[in-house]
């Protein structure tokens, strides 16, 4: 991280947790005076549109922003540069002191994305939650959930959890879907991942097929859950480009493809 100086230029990057900068709807360009951005820090954490993207180390600012999730229509390769951005502005938030000995870190760039510790020089990298998140089918069926924190919206998805310490991602599915759902999976299959800066987990997507049991919800994370037929109109789903709604049509299309067999 470096003290921004009047002609630094490109694009700007400027985060308040997961919330960003836009202006008419854009990230601002043009130098660090003409945004008044001259006495803060900041790095180049990329390339946009053909120019530097410079992040700028959170600050009080006035100014308006918008939730990193309303980005999810923009191509993929920039929403994930936007993650990197908010991840990277959560971690050095959240390091400025050495694990170690407590004394003071320091942002060590452009070398490497970690802070040192001024006093012991201890190292540390960007702190990435894994989290995996699977859509489970049955036959022409997909298990879609109501989670609490979409009780409002009702809107219906894939069941996820964070990766506990010492677990394969594998055990992870299945240990999610049981405690979530009360259901047994099988033929588990790895289909992609996103990055999610809220604050900063990486989604780890899946298929699986049911195996066994009955649906018993768990209320503190659920609210309802159930089977939907792929082809009967489901419930309101996660916003196009989130790997939740990707899982959602992979297994429709599934779904289909069976149906079209004799
Ligand atoms: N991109 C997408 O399409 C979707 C992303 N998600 C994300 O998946 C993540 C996990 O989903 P949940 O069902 O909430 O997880 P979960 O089923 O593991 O339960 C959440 C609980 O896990 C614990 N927790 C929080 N942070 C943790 C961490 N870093 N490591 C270990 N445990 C932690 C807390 O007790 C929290 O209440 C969330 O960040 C959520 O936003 C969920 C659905 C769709
Ligand atoms: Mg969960
Ligand atoms: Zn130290």
């Known amino acids: 991280m470096q003290r921004l100086q009047t002609k630094d230029f490109g694009y700007w990057l400027l985060t308040k947790g997961s919330n960003i900068y836009l202006s008419d709807g854009k990230l601002p360009f043009g130098t ?13 954490i990329g390339e946009y549109q053909d120019a530097p993207l410079w992040l700028v180390e ?12 309303d980005q999810l229509i923009l191509p993929e390769r920039i929403f ?31 070398q490497e994305w970690a802070v ?35 009780r409002e919206e009702k809107i219906y998805t ?16 299945e240990r999610e879907v049981f405690e979530e759902s009360g259901l047994k999976i099988k033929n588990l299959r790895y289909i992609g991942s996103q990055p999610w800066s809220f604050p900063n987990s990486l989604m780890l997507g899946f298929l699986a097929d049911y195996a066994e049991g009955e649906i018993a919800i768990q209320p503190e994370e659920l609210n309802d859950a159930g089977w939907f037929r792929y ?19 992979l297994s429709q299309q599934i779904c289909a493809d069976e149906a079209q067999q004799p």
């Not at 959170?58 to 999730?69: I, T």
């Not at 540390?124 to 924190?149: E, F, W």
């Open 32 to 44: 660090a005076d003409e945004l008044a951005l001259d006495d803060k820090c900041g790095m180049v």
């Open 158 to 173: 894939t069941l996820a959890g964070f990766v506990e310490v010492g677990e394969t991602l594998e055990q992870t599915v």
């Open 58 to 69: 959170e600050f009080d600012d006035s100014r308006n922003y918008f939730s990193l999730r």
């Open 80 to 110: 994930n540069l936007l993650n990197r951005g908010v991840a990277l502005n959560y971690f050095w938030k959240t390091h400025r002191f050495c694990g170690v000995c407590g004394a003071k870190t320091q942002v060590m760039t452009p």
């Open 231 to 249: 082809d009967a109109g489901l419930p309101h789903l996660p916003p196009p480009g989130t790997i939740a709604r990707k899982l959602i049509e």
């Open 116 to 150: 040192e510790c001024t006093q012991c020089q201890h190292r540390t990298y960007p702190m990435i939650a894994p989290s995996i998140i699977v859509a489970v089918r049955k036959g022409d069926s997909i298990l879609l959930a109501n989670h609490v924190r979409h």
